[in-house]
């Protein structure tokens, strides 16, 4: 009979808890105070302004130059170049020599001579053989022989920079022996 007792006891409470969380619960006045604040308050919102006018554009430049194109800017460095008075810009009307064809990676420096008391230089390009002497004009980048010694040939080429500027660059070619071909 105990052991009916305490499930009769444990059903009540159960029951009773059941019946407890049906209640209202104060849950009735925070809905009466929400519905009074909604009809108490109004909305304070400023009115959209109206939308400007379209107006529609018809881009008229669609045929002219591209102002970012590459071309436009080579052309205009070497108009600015050609006016401006630098002056290692090299002669560009003036004909070219025989060496100047030649680039000076093909060339090889394989000795010197003396020739009337001025230096010489012997370069080989492919299977034939040149002399050079200072002051001479060579390779493509308006090269010109500084010095001939006996272990090199020192060269002053004129190049254009980045900005299109002249600008000087050394360049040697050096005498080719057997420990240095190897």
Known sequence: MKRV???????????GLLLAGCGDGDVREVRDWMDQ?????????KPLAEPKD????????????DPFDQNKLLAELARTAATSPN?????????????????????????TLRK?????????????????R???????NFGI?????????????????AAGEWVERPARLELQTKENQK
Do not use: C
Not at 54 to 61: H, L, M
């Open 5 to 15: 007792n305490t499930l009769a006891v444990a059903v009540a409470v159960a029951a």
């Open 54 to 65: 379209f107006i529609p554009y018809a881009y008229g430049a669609a045929g002219s130059v």
């Open 134 to 140: 200072a002051g001479q004009r060579i390779g493509p």
């Open 145 to 161: 022989v500084t010095r001939v010694g006996e272990d090199a040939v020192d060269i002053r080429e004129v190049v254009q920079d």
């Open 37 to 45: 604040v909604q009809r108490d308050t109004r909305p304070n919102v």
């Open 116 to 132: 009337g008391g001025a230096g010489y230089a012997l370069l080989q390009i492919d299977r034939s053989l040149y002399q050079v």
């Open 87 to 111: 002056p290692n810009q090299p002669d560009l009307q003036r004909p070219r020599e025989l060496l100047e064809t030649f680039p000076l990676d093909t060339m090889q420096m394989v000795g």
